[in-house]
């Protein structure tokens, strides 16, 4: 019988192994298909680990090299610079939420969970300056992106701190109409501080963390004083305005 064209018994990529043996190479779309996945995350690992080391500006010749393989190779998983781009946002606002997210599904306080949040996020970006600000600047991308990763990753959390907020106000009786507003407005006011940090660094993260948790809770005690309503907040800021 000839065995000139029978596959390997089994085949490698990059650190893991494929155990072909009795694969019909006709069925083997499947197996194929998990290959191609599998170096295209050693790739991804590759390409944050230049990131990592080359910081925000990596150029692609960097990641070729870190992956061990030629630029040609990259194109051939990814494309084009946008798509590897893509690849690694997304794999980076994972890893945040993948911290971030656990934290808000606590039977905690409010005080406590907004401190948790805030602490998880400002300590991901301290960790992974270089990686988050590759996402954040999209230089890298050579094209326009399908979506910015970095809005849907906001809207992810945001959504979650939403559901969590308005159960929170049906639980105290109180109108939780608010409440995609004050997470969406809270995220953007997190993210917008931890930018500013991470390029000046004028203040420790424990700092920050204590002062964005002063402001949003200073807020959260007004909605919860005023039972959620903008107009009783309203009516007793103006009160207070008028006292001599």
Same mark, same amino acid.
């Given at each position: 019988?000839?065995?000139?064209?029978?596959?390997?018994?089994?085949?490698?990529?990059?650190?893991?192994?494929?155990?072909?043996?009795?694969?019909?190479?006709?069925?083997?779309?499947?197996?194929?298909?998990?290959?191609?996945?599998?170096?295209?995350?050693?790739?991804?690992?590759?390409?944050?680990?230049?990131?990592?080391?080359?910081?925000?500006?990596?150029?692609?010749?960097?990641?070729?090299?870190?992956?061990?393989?030629?630029?040609?190779?990259?194109?051939?998983?990814?494309?084009?610079? !946008? #798509?590897?781009? %893509?690849?690694?946002?997304?794999?980076?606002?994972? =890893?945040? @939420?993948?911290? $971030?997210?656990?934290?808000?599904?606590?039977?905690?306080?409010?005080?406590?969970?907004?401190?948790?949040?805030?602490?998880?996020?400002?300590?991901?970006?301290?960790?992974?300056?270089?990686?988050?600000?590759?996402?954040?600047?999209?230089?890298?991308?050579?094209?326009?992106?399908?979506?910015?990763?970095?809005?849907?990753?906001?809207?992810?959390?945001?959504?979650?701190?939403?559901?969590?907020?308005?159960?929170?106000?049906?639980?105290?009786?109180?109108?939780?109409?608010?409440?995609?507003?004050?997470?969406? !407005? #809270?995220?953007? %006011?997190?993210?917008?501080?931890?930018?500013?940090? =991470?390029? @000046?660094?004028? $203040?420790?993260?424990?700092?920050?963390?204590?002062?964005?948790?002063?402001?949003?809770?200073?807020?959260?005690?007004?909605?919860?004083?005023?039972?959620?309503?903008?107009?009783?907040?309203?009516?007793?800021?103006?009160?207070?305005?008028?006292?001599?």
């Amino acid at each position: 019988m000839d065995t000139s064209r029978a596959p390997p018994a089994a085949v490698t990529v990059g650190n893991v192994t494929y155990d072909t043996a009795g694969v019909n190479p006709q069925h083997s779309g499947g197996r194929q298909q998990a290959q191609r996945e599998a170096r295209r995350a050693e790739l991804i690992d590759a390409a944050i680990a230049a990131i990592r080391r080359n910081g925000p500006d990596v150029a692609m010749e960097d990641i070729a090299a870190e992956a061990g393989v030629t630029k040609p190779i990259l194109y051939r998983h990814f494309q084009n610079k !946008a #798509g590897l781009y %893509m690849a690694v946002s997304e794999r980076t606002t994972q =890893l945040m @939420r993948s911290a $971030l997210l656990p934290g808000l599904s606590g039977q905690v306080g409010p005080k406590e969970l907004l401190r948790t949040a805030i602490d998880t996020y400002l300590t991901f970006i301290e960790a992974e300056p270089e990686l988050y600000r590759f996402v954040v600047r999209r230089c890298f991308a050579d094209r326009p992106v399908p979506q910015d990763p970095v809005t849907t990753n906001n809207q992810l959390i945001a959504n979650a701190l939403t559901g969590i907020f308005g159960d929170r106000l049906r639980s105290l009786g109180m109108d939780p109409g608010g409440a995609g507003t004050w997470a969406h !407005a #809270g995220v953007g %006011m997190v993210q917008a501080a931890g930018d500013w940090w =991470l390029e @000046r660094r004028t $203040l420790e993260r424990e700092a920050l963390r204590d002062y964005l948790l002063m402001l949003a809770w200073g807020a959260a005690e007004s909605i919860l004083a005023a039972d959620g309503s903008p107009e009783r907040m309203l009516t007793a800021a103006a009160s207070l305005g008028s006292r001599p």
